[in-house]
């Protein structure tokens, strides 16, 4: 048992050391041997936990998409209107006091256009993990037009999948300019969007 704690907490820390190189430059700019490195772990543990760069890739990604629907779940299962958490979730990519938003460590912001081309398998993870997510925005779309705090859309999952596509570009605008302008005319735009509908 004590054995496999050990074993669990090497591949986390090799995946939270990619992870983290990765965010920063990218997959292909991110060599094995510097991940190794700077993770403390030799090369032949590496391959006992992942067959090859690509196969760690997956697993990066998978992680990646796991933990990020544990999170927005527990924000879904959370108090307070749909319309509110929605406004907390948006609120959560920009930046705050220092504190990096979800635009900046988004995976899917920094490898999607690369993976797509360089790994089907990885490409896969992703678009598996951004479909899912759509599904769950297109769920607090639906409870915020039952509870009155977002307005009724026709097709709450075409919505929702325009809204991702507006942040995830706005993302990489943020990262062009190096500022949080585009998120914050994201975060404008969309707060109008959803606003529930008033009656005269």
Known sequence: MTEQTKSDQ???KILETGRRLVVKHGFGGVGLSRILTESAVPKG???YYFASKEAFGEAL????????????DALIGGPGSAGAKLTSFWNAWLAHSGTEGIATQCLVVKLGAEV???SDGMR???NDGVDQFVQRLATLLRAGAEDGSVRVFDDPEATAQTL???WLGAAILAKLAQNQTPLERALAETVRILAPQTTS
């Open 10 to 12: 090497t591949r986390h």
């Open 45 to 47: 543990s590496f391959y």
């Open 61 to 72: 990604l998978q992680d990646y998409v796991d933990g990020y629907l544990t999170r927005i």
């Open 116 to 118: 797509a081309d360089l």
């Open 124 to 126: 896969q993870i992703l």
């Open 164 to 166: 991702y596509a507006t």
